[in-house]
């Protein structure tokens, strides 16, 4: 790696180069992993949509599960390090809750692939892989229960744990349906577009108030919410 006049280091063209297969690559295999399923793809199909042999991917990857790994750990480390900004920057809880729906619903409405990947895939996964995912999601999700425990002190475990897997399901899975319906990835100008309207969504879902003094137990037949 050589250094400009200031000692700092430049990337070779070559590593310029590899550390962009990578990435090709890692999207490449979300994008199959998510239409397809896991078991249905194999190597050569991830190779052949970068413009590159099975064989070759073996340069960046150990192998089809690696790279599956690979796609889950930045994927959540993405999500967690996004977090962790937000709530180490933003003091206000509301700009907080804000910035949180703001960043998932990009990530969600960007990645669609990988949120079903997440979801459907996590068995394939080797089991220190598999740890490492599940403890960044906790993790993530345990900055958002702290966010929305500083909206709604007086709500119990089960409630809060409620909204917040709601909120997600909501963001995720339309960014999922949308593709779906299109049968084709959303463009830019409709992604942009939809995610003012998702984004208020989430919103009003954070800021509905149960009726009555629900706490730990079932809502009633009769609850409402109410802003």
């Not at 999207?27 to 078991?39: D, I, K, Q, S």
């Not at 249905?40 to 690696?66: N, T």
């Not at 709601?166 to 830019?188: E, Q």
Request: net charge neutral.
């Amino acid at each position: 790696m050589a250094s400009d006049s200031s000692g700092v280091q430049q990337k070779t063209r070559r590593q310029t180069e590899k550390e962009q297969r990578y990435r090709d690559l890692l999207e490449a295999a979300g994008r199959l992993f998510g239409t397809h399923g896991y078991a249905s793809v194999a190597l050569d199909d991830i190779g052949s949509a970068v413009g590159v042999s099975g064989q070759a991917i073996y340069r960046h990857f150990k192998g089809k599960q690696d790279l599956l790994g690979r796609l889950l750990l930045d994927s959540s480390y993405t999500l967690l390090e996004g977090g962790r900004r937000i709530r180490d920057t933003c003091p206000d809880v509301h700009e907080q809750v804000e910035k949180l729906i703001e960043f998932h619903v990009h990530f969600a409405l960007e990645s669609p692939e990988i949120i079903r990947v997440q979801e459907q895939e996590m068995s394939q996964l080797v089991d220190a892989d598999r740890a490492a995912v599940r403890q960044m999601q906790r993790e993530y999700i345990d900055i958002w229960g702290a966010v929305l425990q500083g909206l709604h002190a007086d709500i119990g475990r089960i409630e809060l744990r409620t909204r917040i897997h709601g909120v997600f399901g909501l963001i995720n899975s339309t960014a999922h349906s949308m593709k779906h319906s299109y049968r084709r990835p959303p463009t830019r100008e409709e992604v942009a577009e939809s995610a003012p309207t998702l984004a208020a969504m989430a919103q009003a879902a954070i800021n509905c108030r149960i009726s009555g003094d629900c706490g730990e137990k079932p809502l009633s037949p009769g609850a409402r919410c109410t802003e």
